[in-house]
């Protein structure tokens, strides 16, 4: 069983609906476009020239929507990342230099910036060879691991700007003791409890600095 599957389930537990497994919006698609990323849609393409992305290649493939591991519905409307080890490149760490300051994160980037110092080498070497493929969009050694940190972010940009709230984002290493079954039942659910409200309340930080209640 994937392990994005128990974090969901816990997660469910804790909030107390279901996640939608394969939820689709217009808007989060696997090519940059003007009329989604609006203001911020230079900053997504200079990430992009950064990464190596090759335009023809990215036109020409077949037009597809971006799947999140969960979306989350009403009350709460946020998508919700599962991000296990491969995530943790040194591509993914390069796409925080890019990250606008307005766009509000239920995450921590310089934690996710350590974890990709940290694991980098480990990240590109794990799961069989599709993993470090050329693909159309990144069409290099690797160009595969470009293409999930590019993409990474068009989940973590996007929701806010259309309406939702900051995508939740969990690394493997945040709940190993889950994982290797330290902590179960309860002990679990708590545990997982302890990391949502530290998201979500990063979150409302930061909605209400900009607002300028704090």
């Known amino acids: 069983m994937r392990l994005e599957v128990g974090i969901i389930a816990l997660v469910e537990e804790v909030v107390g609906i279901a996640a939608e497994r394969r939820a689709q919006f217009?808007?989060?698609?696997?090519?940059?476009?003007?009329?989604?990323?609006?203001?911020?849609?230079?900053?997504?393409?200079?990430?992009?020239?950064?990464?190596?992305?090759?335009?023809?290649g990215t036109t020409a493939k077949t037009d597809g929507y971006l799947i999140p591991d969960a979306y989350f519905p009403e009350p709460y409307r946020f998508i919700f990342e599962f991000d296990e080890?491969?995530?943790?490149?040194?591509?993914?760490?390069?796409?925080?230099?890019?990250?606008?300051?307005?766009?509000?994160?239920?995450?921590?980037?310089?934690?996710?910036?350590?974890?990709?110092?940290?694991?980098?080498?480990?990240?590109?070497?794990?799961?069989?060879?599709?993993?470090?493929?050329?693909?159309?969009?990144?069409?290099?050694?690797?160009?595969?691991?470009?293409?999930?940190?590019?993409?990474?972010?068009?989940?973590?940009?996007?929701?806010?700007?259309?309406?939702?709230?900051?995508t939740v984002?969990?690394?493997?290493?945040?709940?190993?003791?889950?994982?290797?079954g330290q902590l179960s039942g309860n002990t679990a659910k708590a545990y997982m409890e302890n990391l949502l409200h530290e998201r979500l309340n990063r979150y409302r930080t930061y909605a209400a600095s900009f607002a300028g209640e704090v």
């Open 26 to 56: 217009d808007w989060l698609r696997n090519k940059p476009c003007r009329q989604h990323f609006g203001e911020h849609y230079d900053a997504v393409m200079a990430l992009y020239a950064e990464l190596g992305g090759n335009w023809e």
């Open 169 to 180: 984002r969990l690394a493997e290493f945040e709940v190993m003791p889950i994982l290797d």
């Open 85 to 166: 080890l491969q995530h943790f490149t040194q591509f993914r760490e390069r796409t925080f230099q890019f990250y606008p300051v307005d766009i509000p994160l239920a995450f921590v980037p310089e934690k996710y910036r350590q974890f990709c110092q940290q694991h980098h080498v480990a990240a590109l070497a794990k799961g069989p060879e599709r993993f470090r493929r050329r693909t159309a969009d990144f069409p290099y050694i690797n160009g595969r691991a470009a293409q999930r940190a590019f993409f990474d972010t068009f989940r973590d940009w996007l929701p806010p700007l259309h309406g939702l709230n900051p």
